[in-house]
Structure formats: C-alpha cells, structure tokens
C-alpha cells in the first residue's frame, strides 16, 4: 500500500502514475467494493441500498443503489448479509451499526441525505463518538457513515444542508470532506479502515465530477489539508465542492493579474491548522469559502485559528464567502444566490486587495 502525500497536487502531477479518469460516485462505490473485498468485517447498512430480492427465488433484484446509485450491483457480488437494507429509521439503524462496530465489525452506514443526520444524532453524539473515551480506550468504533450534503439541486430545505461543522463540534467524531475523485477515494478507504467513527460528507454537486484517480491502493491520513494550487497575494481556502468553488475564481483571478492559493481541507476534525497558518504567512490575505451557514461554521473556525496564528501576517481582514443564515430556497434562482459562487469570491478579494 502506498499513502498519498497530503500536499501532493492531482490530475497533472501525477505524470506517469498509472491511473484513469472516473466519475466520483463511480470511484466511491469501486473503493466500497475494495474495502468489502480486502476485509470481510466491511458490510453496508442503508435505506434502499440492496434494491430488494425476489419473493419467489429470493434472489437479488436489479439493485439501483438507493437514489445516488452509491451502492448499485453490490448485493449481487456481496450478498445480502452485506448489503443489508435499513427501515425508515436512522435512530435505529445508526445505534445498530454502532453496536455492531463495538463487536469488532466494520458497518459503512448511508444516511442518504446529510439532513437526515439530526434524526440519528443521539447516537452520533452520545454513542459512537463517546463510547471509546468512557470505556478508557478499551474498545475500538471502527464505524464509517457518509451522506450527501449541499443546495444547488432542487431538493429544497430539508435534503440540502451542509451543516457539517455540527458534526465537527464532537469530539470523537472524525469528518472528512472530499471534493473530487482523487480525494474521495483516498479518504474513504482511510475512514473505513480508522478505528474511530468518520464520518464522509459528499456534496451533491461532486457526484458527477469527473478527475484524475491512481489505480494503486492509496490512503489519504485524515486531518490534512492539500494545496490545489501555489500562488502569492491570496489564499483561498475550500472545503468539499467550496474548493471547486475557490479553483473557478483563481482561474478568474488570475485574469486579472491576482495569483491566489487554493487550500482543500478534506478534514474537517481534527483538521489543518498547520497548512492554513502556512500559507497565510506567505500570502498575507485569506478569503474562506463554505457553503454552510455563518454562525458556528468551519469558515468561522479556520478564520479564528488563522487570527490566534497568523494575526501580524494578514495586510487585511479576515473574509468568508458563506451561504447567508438562511434555510436553502426551493426557487432555482434563489437557489443559485443562497450558495457561494466564483463570482462572489472573486469581488471578496478585489475588495480585500484594495482593487475596488
């Protein structure tokens, strides 16, 4: 196995590693599949996930993977002892892969849409995340869930959340952001084999992304931050699809003649106070991109630490790019102003320059 350096760039660094262009659901139901088939403790909980088995042969039906197709066709080469599908209950099913998890096994829990996490939230917050410290690290929650967060797909207010720095506030909960193929592959087979609970936030908006992915077995050690792109007047800093986000305006920026530094977190807790600081000494000005709301958020948590750190380097104020405090609208338009765009990025640090 080889782990990826966390700084190493992807796409065109990787001249001469073998690898393919892939989809991001495809490469994250290939790494499943990896994980079931390197170690047979991994097995997948979820609401729809199976697609179901004939009344009559009680053979597998043509599984559709529940509505993101993130585990399609996998109960046929794993079985149903595997590829077990949930009731409507997140509570229950999240307590039972917990339990599960305690025993030894590894559970991949899909909670479908990020907003149903709140329905399940007594046992993230009072059970997995908990468990290994009250035992005093006598046991082990090697549990891994993922769900699918982020407005700009019209699934209005209660399947469009990215409220990820809620979960980011417990301690013993690991989370973990990926924001293209590369990523998510590296850090969900890091996840599924952490001994603690992680949970994988993807943005809607990444499923269809398409990039660069090794074919090599890689891991990608949560806690670290990348850099997509080197510059010097500015640093961007992304997390999730806001890093996608940050790579749009540094191509519009630099336009315009203004070098900005693009920073992917991937992690969330425990995450990069190290990258952060870093290139924020070198550029002296941060603009932070998240697409959750501004109270409590991640935006406001990195900008703290790069206040506590880095104050005597900043020419200018610290700036975030949010989502307003507000749920997402239903209203396509409304839809597209509610999330953080280049645009808004790109005005953010002509202002924070002096350019305007």
């Not at 690898?19 to 599949?33: A, P, S, V």
């Not at 997948?44 to 993101?68: V, Y």
């Not at 293209?180 to 087979?189: E, I």
């Amino acid at each position: 196995m080889t782990t990826s350096q966390a700084n190493s760039p992807i796409g065109p660094g990787y001249e001469g590693v073998q690898g393919k262009e892939m989809r991001f659901r495809d490469i994250f139901r290939d790494t499943l599949r990896s994980e079931m088939n390197r170690d047979q403790d991994v097995y997948l909980m979820g609401e729809d996930i199976s697609g179901g088995f004939d009344k009559d042969t009680k053979e597998p039906l043509d599984a559709w993977g529940g509505p993101f197709a993130a585990t399609k066709g996998l109960v046929q080469e794993f079985g149903p002892d595997r590829i077990r599908d949930a009731p409507i209950s997140e509570a229950g099913f999240v307590g039972a892969a917990v339990g599960s998890a305690l025993t030894g096994l590894r559970p991949v829990v899909d909670l479908m849409y990020f907003d149903f996490v709140t329905v399940a939230f007594d046992q993230l917050l009072s059970n997995a995340a908990k468990s290994r410290y009250m035992f005093g690290g006598q046991t082990k929650v090697p549990l891994t869930l993922f769900a699918r967060s982020g407005a700009g797909t019209g699934h209005a207010a209660q399947h469009s959340e990215s409220f990820y720095s809620m979960l980011a506030h417990i301690p013993g909960l690991k989370v973990v952001v990926p924001s293209d193929p590369y990523s998510v592959k590296g850090l969900l087979a890091a996840s599924i084999r952490d001994d603690d609970p992680v949970f994988v936030v993807n943005d809607k908006k990444l499923i269809n992304l398409t990039g660069f992915v090794p074919d090599e077995d890689y891991v990608i050690e949560l806690g670290k931050g990348r850099y997509m792109r080197r510059g010097a007047d500015v640093t961007l800093v992304g997390m999730s699809y806001t890093s996608v986000v940050c790579q749009q305006a540094a191509d519009q920026l630099a336009e315009i003649g203004i070098d900005a530094e693009v920073i992917d977190m991937m992690s969330l807790s425990p995450f990069d106070e190290d990258i952060l600081v870093e290139s924020v000494k070198k550029t002296n000005n941060v603009v932070i991109v998240d697409e959750d709301t501004p109270r409590a958020s991640m935006a406001s948590e990195f900008a703290a630490v790069i206040a506590d750190k880095a104050f005597d380097y900043l020419d200018a104020p610290i700036k975030r790019v949010t989502a307003p405090h507000s749920p997402v609208p239903y209203n396509r338009g409304l839809e597209i102003e509610f999330m953080p765009q280049p645009e808004d990025v790109v005005g953010t640090v002509k202002n924070t320059l002096g350019w305007e």
